[in-house]
């Protein structure tokens, strides 16, 4: 199985910047993608950047496109969330999600077989 746990959460002020971790571990270390997603309360999950493991290739919602950049170490064992230009509506826990199908990699920002999930960070964006 796949673990995977969060960091970096916190407090910003708009316009600010954070970056969130997420790192991977696993007797078989072995994904076709990772996604973020982030979720408030009342409001669908919703995913926001992802890297395809095959080629590195990434993709990122339209909400957040231009102000946040995935990306992982060589090892391949962290994913990084950089993220920039921060709004108030950001403010969500933020997941890293990882998949082992090639059927995930053709929809990497969709939930759908995303089986290992990390216990979440939490981003406030706020004066």
């Known amino acids: 199985q796949l673990h995977l746990r969060e960091s970096g959460g916190g407090f910003v002020q708009p316009g600010g910047s954070l970056r969130l971790s997420c790192a991977v571990s696993g007797d078989t270390l072995d994904y076709t993608v990772i996604t973020w997603f982030r979720q408030s309360p009342g409001n669908e999950r919703e995913g926001v950047a992802c890297i395809i493991s095959r080629d590195e290739s990434t993709y990122y919602a339209d909400s957040v496109q231009g102000r946040f950049t995935i990306a992982r170490d060589n090892a391949k064992s962290t994913v990084s969330l950089q993220m920039t230009n921060l709004r108030p509506e950001d403010t969500a826990v933020y997941f890293c999600?990882?998949?082992?199908?090639?059927?995930?990699?053709?929809?990497?920002?969709?939930?759908?077989?995303?089986?290992?999930w990390g216990q979440g960070t939490r981003v406030t964006v706020s004066s």
């Open positions: 999600a990882a998949a082992q199908t090639v059927m995930a990699s053709m929809y990497p920002l969709s939930h759908s077989g995303f089986n290992f």
